[in-house]
Nanobody, 122 residues
Framework: QVQLVESGGGLVQAGGSLRLSCEVSGSIFTINYWGWYRQAPGKQREMVAVRVSGGASNYEDSVKDRFTIGRDNAKNTVYLTMSDLKPEDTAVYYC????????????????WGQGTQVTVSS
């Protein structure tokens, strides 16, 4: 099993930046997909950024060129660096890990973090 613990959320003004961190522990070598989902009140959860081991990263269209997913293998940590934040980025952000059929298959992720709130004020 894999355990995920997020940190780094908070309140920021529009145009600001935040970096989310996800500390990973457990059977990490079984996992091929790492990433971030988010869910805003009254909306469906959506894929934000997912990285495939040994492959490319995928981003939701609205965050391309603003968000970057990264991973520090030495620290077993996955990051989401967010810049030029907008009020519509306000949501609970979840770190995810697993082997789904595609990065958009949220039901295919085996592990979810507890979530961290990101609030962007206008």
């Amino acid at each position: 099993q894999v355990q995920l613990v997020e940190s780094g959320g908070g309140l920021v003004q529009a145009g600001g930046s935040l970096r989310l961190s996800c500390e990973v522990s457990g059977s990490i070598f079984t996992i091929n997909y790492w990433g971030w989902y988010r869910q805003a009140p009254g909306k469906q959860r959506e894929m934000v950024a997912v990285r495939v081991s040994g492959g490319a990263s995928n981003y939701e269209d609205s965050v391309k060129d603003r968000f970057t997913i990264g991973r520090d293998n030495a620290k077993n940590t996955v990051y989401l660096t967010m810049s030029d934040l907008k009020p519509e980025d306000t949501a609970v952000y979840y770190c995810v890990a697993g082997n789904p059929s595609t990065c958009w298959d949220w039901n295919g992720y085996d592990a979810w973090g507890q979530g961290t709130q990101v609030t962007v004020s206008s």
